[in-house]
């Protein structure tokens, strides 16, 4: 079973950058797609970014050209770069793995991010 625990998030202002990153607990890259969701209050968990083994990216328009997903394998790590942020990012980032042809989801506790001045 797949561990994940996220980190990184803060407080920050607007316009500024923010890097999560999710530790996995095993070699997860080859057969799990991987990605970010968040939830913010009062509001639906959402879809930040997905990627695939292979490496294709699925990027939801509210983040499209602020958000950059990156994977380090031999640290079995996916990272969240967030630049130009915006109050309405402020919201609880979750790390999300989906193993290829089965039922298996895997959530991480999320982590807090807060934009604001």
């Known amino acids: 079973q797949v561990q994940l625990v996220e980190s990184g998030g803060g407080l920050v202002q607007p316009g500024g950058s923010l890097r999560l990153s999710c530790a996995a607990s095993?070699?997860?890259?080859?057969?799990?797609?991987t990605g970010w969701y968040r939830q913010a209050p009062g509001k639906q968990r959402e879809m930040v970014v997905l990627i695939t083994p292979g490496g294709s990216t699925n990027y939801a328009d509210s983040v499209q050209g602020r958000f950059t997903i990156s994977r380090d394998n031999a640290k079995n790590t996916v990272y969240l770069q967030m630049n130009s942020l915006k109050p309405e990012d402020t919201a609880v980032y979750y790390c999300?793995?989906?193993?290829?042809?089965?039922?298996?989801?895997?959530w991480g506790r999320g982590t807090q991010v807060t934009v604001s001045s």
């Open positions: 999300n793995a989906r193993r290829i042809s089965a039922t298996n989801t895997y």
């Open positions: 095993g070699s997860i890259f080859r057969l799990y797609h």
